[in-house]
């Protein structure tokens, strides 16, 4: 008996300390939370945004503290914040999220589309700090902070995109440290004026040629991916903020990947002997790409060229067309866009400013084009979808080219053509997961080119 009073009194005494170390352990964690309720923080701090029209919101800052300038725009997707903020083309602008609440899913690193995200700012109505997904690293306003990217949350984002529709796009401040209009908007103005001979692209391209390592894009997706296939074709990439995305579809679709330097020239093109050629989508104005739309011109007509976003742009400045401002520009991954060849729509992510005018890209060829001769007062392409006509253009540079996409909600062009040289261009970017077990079709007819071109592939 004096055994089992004994054992008794132990446990008792164990369950005593238990409750005490317990009692001990949830009075500290009061006080820590009452502490860092009583210290500053930067990720609830007072934050101000000043477009350059004046309109003024205040909001909580939720990412890192500081001042960021840049051109603001809203983006419509309704998920994949990760590749949003992660994506060079839109280096150094102010992206304001139409969807309410974002971060709930968090950060997977393996997501990003470049390295260290180049994004001046974000702007969203809630930020959620406690993300829920076994896939997180960390969560959004967290990776923010580290990345010294400046946030914003608690305000009418519907109001500020409202705003922006009917304004266009324009320039803008973030700021935690300074909430005087006076200041900010000085700051503003000389930031902008600065801005306007800046060539983004310069910024973020690679600075030396490397080698793109295929099987090593999909390592962090590895219950998702088929194995590759074997590279068969020769690609050199000229770099104006490629992203993990689209060296994933060229993998997939079998190429041995060189990327090169925005402003790398003709002759170093030519010197890698590829089968193709593939130019990256990008930020800012095409024409401050005064290198590559150099290169390309040397280059259309000996290489089939697959060019996507900027590229595509790039390709008609070779070709002497002209590229103009769009009032908000397109932004999302909900963007409608029709191949006139087929009569299909796809929905597309887009991330651009500018786009190319099909009028200046030659005369009509009326034989081709339906009879018409002239092209639409307007500009607005969906009249050759209503003629359910896929017009063709005589360029004096490189002969027919062929509209081949246009966009639904605007009338704008998405892409085209040359009938007789191997180059392609779309101006949106044919999204992939890193479960595509096929390349998507515009990769595929690059392929295409590629094999009718002949020589060369990868042994």
């Given at each position: ?5 004994e ?8 369950v ?25 923080n ?80 974000l702007?969203v ?27 914003l ?32 908007m ?15 692209v ?23 991916t ?6 068969r ?71 089939p ?17 002209k ?7 397109h ?21 651009h ?31 050759w ?20 996409h ?6 704008s ?26 390349p ?20």
């Amino acid at each position: 008996m004096t055994d089992v009073h004994e054992n008794t009194a132990a446990v008792d005494a164990a369950v005593e300390a238990a409750v005490e170390a317990a009692v001990e352990a949830a009075e500290a964690a009061e006080a820590a939370a009452a502490a860092a309720a009583q210290a500053p923080n930067a990720q609830t701090a007072p934050a101000t945004l000043l477009l350059e029209d004046g309109t003024t919101y205040t909001g909580q800052s939720c990412g890192a503290p500081g001042e960021a300038c840049g051109e603001i725009f809203f983006n419509t997707a309704m998920i994949g914040y990760t590749e949003v903020i992660s994506n060079p083309a839109l280096a150094g602008r102010i992206a304001v999220l139409t969807y309410p609440q974002v971060g709930n899913y968090g950060v997977a690193l393996p997501d990003l589309e470049c390295p260290k995200p180049p994004l001046a700012a974000l702007v969203v109505r809630d930020m959620c700090p406690t993300p829920s997904n076994f896939r997180s690293d960390l969560s959004l306003p967290d990776f923010l902070a580290m990345q010294g990217i400046v946030a914003l949350q608690g305000i009418d984002t519907r109001s500020l995109v409202l705003h922006l529709r009917q304004a266009g796009t324009m320039h803008a401040i973030i700021s935690t440290v300074d909430a005087n209009p006076q200041s900010l908007m000085q700051k503003l103005q000389d930031a902008k004026a600065l801005a306007l001979n800046d060539n983004p692209v310069s910024t973020i391209s690679t600075t030396a040629p490397y080698t793109s390592e295929g099987a090593a894009l999909f390592e962090a997706y590895p219950q998702w991916t088929a194995p590759l296939p074997k590279a068969r074709y020769k690609v050199v990439a000229i770099d104006c903020g490629i992203t993990k995305s689209a060296l994933r579809h060229l993998a997939r679709a079998g190429c041995e990947v060189t990327v090169v330097p925005w402003d790398t020239s003709a002759e170093e093109v030519l010197a890698l002997k590829p089968n193709g050629v593939f130019v990256s989508g990008g930020p800012g104005n095409p024409k401050a790409c005064t290198q590559t739309v150099k290169t390309l011109d040397a280059l259309m007509g000996q290489l089939p060229i697959f060019a996507l976003g900027l590229g595509h742009q790039m390709v008609a400045l070779a070709a002497g067309a002209k590229v103009q401002a769009l009032h908000t520009g397109h932004n999302g991954s909900n963007i409608p866009v029709m191949d006139l060849q087929s009569r299909c729509v796809y929905i597309t992510t887009q991330n651009h400013r500018y786009t190319v005018r099909f009028d200046t890209l030659g005369t009509l060829d009326a034989d081709k084009s339906g009879g018409n001769t002239q092209h639409a007062k307007d500009g607005d392409l969906r009249f050759w979808a209503k003629q359910e006509v896929v017009p063709v253009v005589q360029n004096e540079l490189f002969g027919a080219i062929k509209l081949t996409h246009i966009n639904i909600n605007d009338g704008s062009m998405e892409g085209m053509c040359f009938v007789d040289i191997p180059v392609l261009t779309l101006q949106y970017h044919p999204a992939v997961a890193p479960d595509a077990q096929e390349p998507d079709a515009a990769y595929a007819a690059f392929v295409q080119l590629m094999q009718a071109n002949k020589p060369g592939r990868v042994a």
